[in-house]
Structure formats: structure tokens, C-alpha cells
């Protein structure tokens, strides 16, 4: 799965879900691989929610992906069709600003793709629609909320709105994970590096090996440094540390400095490539293709990307997922990244609310779930030995997307991603297995805030971002001399770092009340 723009801070709060949900028994279940098509939740309000009804057009903003250009005859839009009645005219982003654009133009669709960010941003102004106020109409969404808090708390306001509606089920896509030649370890009797010490102990030997080589390659810049910190222990940025239930600055804990150490280390002595704070997609991918990397972080989907391009050329070349190594303490993470932050928001302004309504409760509903992640018997998959299995057409996930629209933005709430996982191979398979035993604790996101408390603190937290990613750059290019680490905290705190950590600070004790 291609990963998606990451929001800033994320949301991650639960305030009144308890009144919102009151009512709610029904739990999802995760759909299995059968012959059997599951049925429609066995409430009379999921079941009406479900049955074709008055016929209804909606317009549905998405973002626009070249991996899977939007096509107007996909044949998600045609289940729903069929399952709702509701025709789908799906409009495409055609930049960063085409959401502000649509909000302004006082002609908004009625549904919008949105990450957290743009629904505290602009669902307050009064531009989408408070779904906490509908949920009796959603009996099926309403269920799914009442079984996953932890996805019901990141949606929801400082105040109890709901400006909008998380996706779920596809977020093992969106992990980063470390990986390796393994053929080229074989062939050098190397092991697979249990520590960032064996990491460049490895990639010192692979050097001398390849010469012309870089043998650790990424290609995140600064950002990358959230996917390494957490097998120091931390994320470089505010965060929840589980040890105390305050908020951190990570950037001050001694493993964010051994990280950064490393990181010079690799630098200085080429092991990694010298213009890592500029590599894009395609540098990455000449460098992992070519024989001049052979350790990498990237999203787990690559591995079989990779693979596909090595394989191309004959010579036995293999990508496998290698264990986070160990930086810091006694046991390694991998970011927690398995949660999806794109979701759906109603315009406040729509003149179809009783069909967006009855789309996004379809979409979250098991029938929902079951034909929009496996599609129809015939039309996507055939049913042998009591099992779905695709039909040979399909050799990846991503054709299923740009063929049929499944799994794109817009095209679903709750997935099953045991259906995209299917047409992975083994070694992908093993690299899911396998990431879900690095987890950290905590997810990269912090407690939103109200829209004063995060006025009073925006210019601050831009400013001391900038100071951050300018001056960690710079100790990893050997610029500033690491003895200057310590002026570094002191100019952080001198800058107001403590203001922000006080802020998140209420936000999140504000959570823990609510959450009692």
C-alpha cells in the first residue's frame, strides 16, 4: 500500500464517546475467507441501512493518485450502486489547496476525503458536519465505534464533535520496516544485525566489499529519524511516553543523541549516501536495484516492489524483512503506524444528508466491508476448497485498485486486509507477521487540542520544527560538532519547548478524564 500523507499531530482523544455510543451492542467481526457471504448486521437498523432505498446522487472529493488514476466505471462504485442505491460521482484533488478551494467556494461536495488535521481545522468553522449528532442514524458505523474506542478517540474533538470519520482495516500497509539483500548476506556468510552496532559493523564490511556502495540507504531526509527512533526508545518529536503518562520531547532523551551520533557515523564514513537528506522515490530505488544498498527502511509494501525489479534481472537478487536492531535499552521498535488517518467528512451544506449518511454507514456495515475489500464470486474471486482466492488477473494488491477502484480513497470505511494481504507472497506475508511483533507502545500522534489552545502555541511549535530539523541535519552532516548537543537543548528550552509540552500536557490529561 502506498503510504498517504502523515498529519502533524494527529488526533488521538476520547471525550464523551460514552454518551455518544450509549446504546450500542454490536461488535464487528473481522470477515473471514469463506463461501459463505456475510450478512447484513442483524438490527433493524442496520438492515434498513443496508436495503435499497429512494435513489440518491452524491459528489465525493478524493485525493488524486498516479499509482491508480481515478476511472468513473470502477466497479466499487457499481456495488454500491447496487447495495444502496446511491450513484457516486467521485471528484479528484488536483493539488494541496483543492480542499480549502472547495470550503470557500460555498459549492462543497457532500462528502470529502480528510485527514484529522483538516477536520479540527475546518469542522469548527462550521464547513463539515458534526456526525456525533447522527449516529442513531448509522447503527452500523455506531457499532463499529463501540467496539474500537481507540479508533472512536482519534476522531473525536476536545468538545465531543465529530467532524469526521476514520477508514480502518488497511493501516499494516502504512508500517515501516527494516530490510536486507539477504541473497548478498548469504553469499558473504554476514548476519542479519541484531544492533545499530552490527549495523554499521555490517555495512563497514559490505563497503570493503563494494566499494562504490552505500551500503545503508533511506530516503525520508529528517523524517526519517521518527522511523529510526524507536528502536532508541522514542519518537524525535512530543509524544506519550508510557513510562510516566507525561508528555516527552524525545529529542532530549540520550537515545535520540546516540541515534543522531550513529546517523554521523554512517555520514562521515560513506556508508550511507551523501545526499540522504534530498533522496527521493527514484534515487532510492536505482540505489536498492542496483547493487549499491543493501539495508533499507521503507514501507512494508516495498519489499515486493523491490523484489519484482531485482527479480527482473536474473541474478537471484532478494529483499527480506530484517528485526528492527537494537539502538537503545534492550529491545527495538518499529513505529507504531498500523491505524489509518484518512476518513470521511459531510458538508454542513449538503442538500443529500439522508444519503451520505446511508453511504457511510453501508461502507462501515459487514456487507460493506465483505464487497467492497473481496468484491463479487465471478467478477474479482472464485471460491476453491471453501476459500476465496482472486482470479489470476489480479497479481497484487494495487491492481485491484487501479482495475476496480478497491481500496482506494473514498471507495471504503472498513476493510478487510486479509483480503489485500491474500495476494501476497510469502515473504510479504512473513514481513506483516514478523512487524507486528516491533510495535511501540505509543502511536505517533499526540491529544488534539481546542482551537485557542493550539492558536496560542502554532507559531512556537513551527518555529522550534524548523530549529529542530535544521540543526539535527547539521550534526549529521558533520557540520556542528556534536559537542555542541547540549547548546542545542538549551537553545530548544530557551525557544519555549516546555510551552508545547505543557499544552499537550492538558490535552492529554484532558483525555484521561474522559476516558475514566
Known amino acids: 500500500m502506498m503510504k498517504r500523507k502523515k498529519m502533524k499531530n494527529g488526533a488521538l482523544v ?134 474500537r474506542p481507540d479508533v472512536a478517540q482519534r476522531m473525536t474533538s476536545p468538545g465531543g464533535e465529530m467532524y469526521h470519520v476514520l477508514n480502518d482495516g488497511m493501516g499494516a500497509g502504512n508500517q515501516t520496516v527494516y530490510f536486507y539483500r539477504d541473497d548478498i548476506f548469504k553469499k558473504h556468510s554476514l548476519q542479519e544485525p541484531k544492533t545499530w552496532d552490527e549495523v554499521y559493523a555490517t555495512a563497514k564490511k559490505l563497503k570493503e566489499l563494494y566499494p562504490e556502495s552505500y551500503p545503508f540507504v533511506f530516503r525520508h531526509g529528517i523524517n526519517t529519524l521518527k522511523y529510526f527512533a524507536p528502536a532508541f526508545g522514542i519518537y524525535p518529536t512530543f509524544f506519550e511516553d508510557k513510562a510516566t503518562g507525561k508528555i516527552k520531547h524525545g529529542v532530549t532523551d540520550p537515545g535520540f543523541k546516540k541515534m543522531v551520533e550513529y546517523l ?157 494481504k491474500s495476494l501476497s507472497n510469502e515473504n510479504e506475508q512473513y514481513a506483516y507477521t514478523e512487524a507486528a511483533k516491533y510495535q511501540f507502545p505509543v502511536i505517533n500522534a499526540l491529544p488534539p487540542l481546542t482551537s485557542e489552545e493550539k492558536s496560542a502555541i502554532s507559531l512556537l511549535e513551527e518555529q522550534i520544527n524548523k530549529y529542530y530539523e535544521s540543526s539535527v541535519a547539521k550534526f549529521i552532516l558533520g557540520e556542528t560538532p556534536m559537542t555542541q548537543w547540549d547548546a542545542f537543548l538549551a537553545e530548544l528550552n530557551k525557544m519555549g519547548s516546555q510551552k508545547l509540552i505543557d499544552a499537550y500536557q492538558i490535552g492529554l490529561d484532558r483525555l484521561k478524564k474522559n476516558n475514566k
Open 264 to 420: 554521523n557515523k554512517f555520514h562521515k564514513e560513506g556508508l550511507t549516501p551523501p545526499d540522504w537528506l534530498s533522496m527521493d522515490y527514484k534515487a532510492w530505488t536505482q540505489f536498492i536495484t542496483t547493487n549499491k544498498s543493501f539495508m533499507t527502511i521503507q514501507f512494508i509494501g516495498q519489499i515486493e516492489i523491490m523484489n519484482t525489479q531485482l527479480q527482473n534481472g536474473g541474478n537471484g537478487a532478494h529483499l527480506k524483512f530484517m528485526a528492527p536492531p537494537v539502538g537503545n535499552g534492550s529491545k527495538a521498535y518499529i513505529p507504531n503506524t498500523n491505524f489509518e488517518e484518512f476518513g470521511f467528512a459531510v458538508s454542513s451544506k449538503t442538500k443529500n444528508l439522508d444519503a451520505a449518511l446511508r453511504y457511510l454507514d453501508f461502507i462501515y456495515s459487514k456487507e460493506g466491508k465483505d464487497i467492497l475489500s473481496w468484491g463479487k464470486e465471478g467478477e474479482t474471486y472464485t471460491v476453491e476448497n471453501n476459500k476465496r482466492k482472486f482470479l489470476p488477473r489480479f497479481k497484487e494488491p494495487n491492481d485491484l485498485r487501479k482495475e476496480m477502484g478497491m481500496f482506494t480513497t473514498g471507495a471504503y470505511g472498513l476493510a478487510d486486509f486479509e483480503a489485500s
Open 14 to 147: 476520547f471525550t464523551v464517546i460514552t454518551a455518544l455510543l450509549a446504546g450500542c451492542t454490536g461488535k464487528e467481526s473481522g470477515t473471514e475467507i469463506s463461501t459463505a457471504t456475510p450478512s447484513p448486521n442483524a438490527s433493524a437498523g442496520a438492515t434498513a441501512s443496508v436495503k435499497p432505498a429512494e435513489a440518491a446522487t452524491l459528489r465525493l472529493l478524493t485525493e488524486l493518485s498516479s499509482a491508480w488514476p481515478v476511472k468513473k466505471d470502477w466497479a466499487v462504485w457499481k456495488w454500491v450502486k447496487e447495495k444502496t442505491n446511491i450513484t457516486i460521482n467521485q471528484e479528484t484533488q488536483t493539488g494541496p489547496e483543492s480542499l480549502a478551494l472547495a470550503i470557500a467556494s460555498g459549492d462543497m461536495p457532500d462528502l470529502m476525503s480528510v485527514f484529522p488535521p483538516d477536520a479540527q481545522k475546518y469542522g469548527p468553522q462550521g464547513a463539515f458536519l458534526d456526525l456525533s449528532k447522527h449516529l442513531n442514524k448509522m447503527p452500523n458505523l455506531k457499532s463499529f465505534l463501540t467496539s
